[in-house]
């Protein structure tokens, strides 16, 4: 993987983690909140779920 790759990949996860909050900032702001009353054992979990996700993802694509 070359560095321009690198910072395309990064910027895609910019443009998708920008959007929710642009297009509905009062629904993003609520669920923002809920995650906020997530105990950490909840949100360990949720993100062993995404690196898991995302790992496979990369494995499945290369």
Known sequence: ??????W????LVLVIEGL?????????????LQILQ???G???FFGLCTLSAGALMI???L
């Open 1 to 6: 993987m070359d560095a321009k790759t690198f």
């Open 8 to 11: 395309l990949a990064l910027a």
């Open 20 to 32: 929710f909050p642009f297009l509905s900032p009062a629904r993003w702001r609520q669920m923002f």
């Open 38 to 40: 997530l105990t950490d």
């Open 42 to 44: 909840q949100l360990r």
């Open 59 to 61: 494995c499945w694509l």
